[in-house]
């Protein structure tokens, strides 16, 4: 116990000197759960990931349509704003990106509402999928998700608060506008951003 602390608080240290700990955040060597609600089964007979609204080519994909697209592997940090941030974790899975290729939003998308499981939304601004490290994760360190982080398949969004990295994800949906999602609604800030300690909106 003695020695896990010290090595907690070292590695902390090491993350704050490197510049890598938002402000008001701690580190943590394991991996909470954190979700509003139940775990939710995976049946892969009927789930589906649907990518609709303002897009040129919507798409439904099934669950091996959606296991043969492309793949890449990431490593990034995690930042809860329940003040926990989880490092170096080493992600897997359908790169954004090429999601965004294939679908080609309109013009005058500029917002994205992620839906999941049991009617959990977050709300993202298109620029912040569009970039290298944003992907919809199957594998973390090597192994499936396990259900309680998000199995089959989860948004990883490292820059924003992880509130917006949603577990059990099933959908993105392309808005011209901003449209607040689960906890969005319940008091946590619109953006979300660590570095700014965005945690809650006014
Ligand atoms: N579907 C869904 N995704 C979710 C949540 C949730 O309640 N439902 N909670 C979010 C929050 S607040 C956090 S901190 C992370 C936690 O991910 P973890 O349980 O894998 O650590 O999941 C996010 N994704
Ligand atoms: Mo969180």
Known sequence: ?????NERREKERAMKAAGRLPPGQS??????VLHYGSVPRFDPERWDFRVY???AIPERWSWPEFAKLPRVETQSDFHCVTRWSRFDNRWSGVPMREILKIVQPLPEARFVLVHAEQGYTANVPLADLDRDEVLIATHHDGEPLSPDHGYPARLIVPHLYAWKSVKWVRGLEFLDRDAAGFWERNGYHMYGDP???ERHSL
């Open 1 to 5: 116990m003695l020695f896990e602390g």
């Open 27 to 32: 580190l943590t060597l394991k991996w909470p």
């Open 53 to 55: 609204g303002m897009v």
């Open 195 to 197: 570095w700014k300690e």
